[in-house]
């Protein structure tokens, strides 16, 4: 196996002529030099140099590797120059996946901090719900994936869902029940989820679709879903415009203005776990380390 740092005597000795000027040149003993020539000889399996006398000149083979030596050092010289640019974050790639309400809430102070401490580090921001953002990160597709996932989730299925990733805890998101302005209840300070029973229901993505069921009907009512959008927005211009209640999560409302729509605290109370997931060896990478600090400062806020 050929080493740089034979590579480079090599290049030493043709450029001086002799081994105690490249000793010279890089600091070391006449000995030292000679004992890397012959490690390099027996690595290519053929004869560098010819001595005569105190001249020395190159073989046919020693000008061949020469002549790469020097596009391949260039080559490693640019490489550690990238790599400790990327390990001191004056470079470097996050891919980052959110769900909707953390891509408006917590993703754009985290990304300005981020940007103002390290402005070589480069983050792309897609949208997805989890399980999807979890497959994402998985499949090598991102970096690190906002995820969510609702308390009480104590199945075998729920425990190994991020059994193999790194896990950096952000915040405990409650959830809250919307009702029109107009709505009987819209004047209470919280509504117990049994009191919308009889209501039109406007879900929301298919996680939260399905935990809304699992509440309503851990409250002795299976919810008569209206309408079904991902879009939070809608979810409230709905709501606002009397056509049904909804629960959303607590991060989702701060992103948007409820017109029309009145916001309740919801008993008994149902709270989900934001987290930021990254893979083991990504954990390591600086600017990962870095997006995930800036999240869990984000979230403290």
Request: glycine fraction near 8%; hydrophobic fraction near 45%; include cysteine.
């Amino acid at each position: 196996m050929i080493e740089a740092r034979h590579l480079r005597v090599l290049r030493a000795v043709a450029t001086t002529g002799s081994f105690s000027a490249a000793g010279r040149e890089l600091g070391c003993t006449q000995p030292a030099v000679s004992q890397q020539m012959k490690a390099l000889e027996a690595s290519v399996g053929t004869p560098l140099l010819v001595r005569s006398g105190r001249e020395m000149r190159l073989t046919q083979a020693g000008e061949a590797l020469v002549r790469h030596a020097t596009g391949i050092l260039a080559g490693l010289t640019a490489a550690e120059e990238e790599v400790a640019a990327i390990a001191g974050l004056r470079a470097g790639r996050v891919r980052l996946v959110s769900f909707p309400s953390g891509s408006s809430t917590l993703v754009p102070t985290a990304l300005a901090a981020l940007r103002a401490a390290h402005p070589g580090t480069r983050v792309s921001l897609e949208e997805a719900e989890p399980p999807k953002s979890v497959e994402l990160l998985r499949e090598g597709d991102c970096d690190v994936a906002l995820a969510f996932r609702y308390e009480g989730a104590t199945g075998a299925e729920e425990r190994a869902e991020w059994a193999d990733l790194v896990v950096r805890p952000l915040l405990t998101d409650r959830l809250v029940g919307l009702v029109p302005e107009r709505h009987r209840l819209a004047r209470a300070e919280s509504v117990a989820i049994g009191e919308l029973a009889g209501e039109p229901w406007i879900a929301g993505c298919p996680r939260c679709r399905g935990q809304l069921v699992e509440v309503c009907e851990s409250a002795g009512f299976t919810p008569r879903i209206d309408f079904a959008t991902d879009d939070y927005p809608a979810v409230v211009g709905l709501v606002g415009a009397g056509l049904g209640v909804a629960v959303l999560p607590q991060l989702a409302i701060e992103s948007v203005r409820p017109r029309g729509a009145r916001v309740l605290a919801l008993e008994p109370a149902v709270r989900r776990e934001i987290v930021a997931l990254t893979l083991p060896d990504l954990a390591q990478v600086p600017a990962v380390a870095a997006t995930l600090e800036q999240l869990a400062r984000a979230a403290r806020r």
